[in-house]
Structure formats: C-alpha cells, structure tokens
C-alpha cells in the first residue's frame, strides 16, 4: 500500500480470539463491516472497530482488504464443514482425557488451518492429540491456541449483572481501562460479604472503578467511620454511611442503631483545634426550618 495523505487508520477486532489490530485501507471502511487481513493465524476475517485517532504506530499497521463474494461464499462451507466434525472433534478430545476445555473451533478464511481455543489451568501435552486431529480435518491441519480462563470473558462477550455488555468485550490494544483495586470498594463502603467484587473475567469489576470519584469527593463531607457523634442520646459511633440516600447509621450500647439524615450532622472544632461532630437536636432542626 502506498503511503499517502489518503490512507486511513482503523481497530479491526479478530472476531474469534478477540484480538484487536490496527489495519490501513485506501478506502473509508464503514464500522462493523468485515475485512481480511493477516493475522496471527494467517489471513482471516476481521471486524472494523472504529476509526484511529492520535498518533499511530506505523510498525503495528498491517494492510486490509475488502472480502469478496468467493471469499464469503468459502468461508460458509468452512464453518459448513466444521459443524459437522465438531462432534468427532470433542469426541477425539474426551478420549484422549486431558486437562482442557474446548471454547471454540475456528476455520481459518483460507480453510487449509483450523484453530482450536482452549483453556487450562496448566500445560497441556496434546501433541497425540494433534495427530489424531489432523486425521478428522484433513486435508486441513489443526493449530492449538490456549488463552488464560480470564481472557475467556473478552473472547465470549456477553451481559454483567448490570444488563450491559461486559467491559472485556472492548478490551484490546485499542482503549485503555484503569487499574481497578480493592482500595476503591473500600472508598465506596462495599463490603465483600455483600457484593461479589469478581466479574465473569475474575478480575475486579470495572465499575468498581467508575464513581470511586464521586464517593472520595462526597466523603469529605461525612465522618469516617466509627467516629464519635454527640447527641442527645449520648455518645455515638458512626456504623454505616450511604451517599446516594444521603443518610448516616449511628450506634450506642444503649439505645442501639438508628439512621439520621447526613445534613443533620455538623463538624465542630473547639479552640484545641481538635474536631468533633454533633448531631442536631429536633429542636435545632426546627428552628432550622422556621428561618
């Protein structure tokens, strides 16, 4: 391809492994549209991302080009052909009794290569198992590719719990996700026993990442917890804080647990320059709403 002011830069994500390359095309590809380009695997088919913005490294471009109606119409009798020795393939498999889950089988665009995905928990010693399938797949040959149990959510996209789709599905060379960490549950007052903090990667949930912000910069305005509170009923701790109702859970060996507006609570400082916070008494409260 020669290089000019007309070429242009998208992500194309191999639909397979989920792997995301950086492809160069003269034309101006339209999103979701398939393409074919060299892969890891040999030339196969990819799917266009979005376009590139910023600076691009040119050693990581590789070329593309349109798929055309042979290779379509190829690429059916492949995926034809695969289903029907599927059932022979994890049968040759079972039989050999190894230490391996099949996630997919994938006909290269060519059809002279099938890749079989799998994951494990350690090595996997399959190379009588190579022979006996490129037995069944003749005359195309099998290549292995193993990926990490985690990388099967990016592989297999589907819906978390929030009713979206998984953040793995957009993972790649082509967006860039922040480190998440304990500490940000920890920010947000999620405890472990009350909300599962692993998603479908079994890595920590993105989300935990995406309001930390907003609880840091709220919790500013609130006592930390275990805090002494002044009141009328003594002296209470500080048990629970929830930001979105805007409320604080109190406690005292006498009267209990009990949950107070946020806005009802104050920070005093006496002339020590040490800090204390009161609760507001009913009285307080309306003379408050009489001003």
């Not at 020795?85 to 099938?114: A, F, Q, R, T, W």
């Not at 003749?138 to 996209?157: D, G, H, L, N, W």
């Not at 940000?184 to 599962?196: G, P, R, S, V």
């Not at 109190?250 to 204390?276: C, F, M, P, Q, Y």
Request: aromatic content about 6%.
């Amino acid at each position: 391809m020669n290089e000019n002011n007309d070429v242009k830069y998208y992500y194309a994500k191999h639909v397979f492994c989920g792997e995301t390359y950086i492809v160069a095309s003269d034309k101006i590809l339209k999103l979701n549209s398939d393409i074919k380009a060299d892969t890891q695997f040999g030339e196969d088919i990819l799917k266009v991302v979005f376009p590139c913005c910023g600076s691009i490294n040119k050693d990581k471009v590789i070329a593309c080009s349109e798929l055309t109606v042979e290779d379509i119409a190829n690429n059916e009798l492949n995926n034809k052909r695969i289903q029907e020795l599927y059932p022979d393939i994890i049968k040759c498999i079972e039989d050999e009794n190894l230490s391996m889950k099949v996630l997919d089988v994938h006909p290269v665009l060519g059809g002279d290569k099938i890749v079989l995905l799998y994951s494990s928990d350690g090595r996997v010693d399959f190379r009588n198992l190579v022979v006996k399938l490129n037995e069944i797949i003749r005359p195309s040959r099998v290549q292995m590719y193993q990926i990490a149990i985690r990388e099967t959510a990016r592989c297999f996209p589907t819906v978390g719990i929030c009713g979206r789709k998984l953040c793995c599905e957009g993972k790649g060379k082509c967006r860039h996700f922040p480190t998440v960490t304990r500490k940000m549950a920890k920010e947000q007052n999620i405890k472990q026993e009350d909300f599962k903090l692993l998603g479908a990667c079994e890595n920590l949930k993105c989300c935990l990442s995406y309001e930390v912000e907003l609880y840091k910069s709220e919790m500013s305005f609130y006592p930390q917890i275990k805090t002494e509170v002044h009141s009328d009923e003594g002296i209470e701790h500080v048990r629970d804080i929830n930001i979105l109702k805007q409320t604080v859970t109190l406690e005292n060996a006498e009267h209990g647990r009990r949950v107070v507006k946020a806005i009802n609570l104050s920070k005093n400082t006496d002339e020590n320059g040490k800090e204390t916070w009161v609760l507001k008494s009913d009285d307080e409260n309306n003379d408050d709403q009489e001003d």
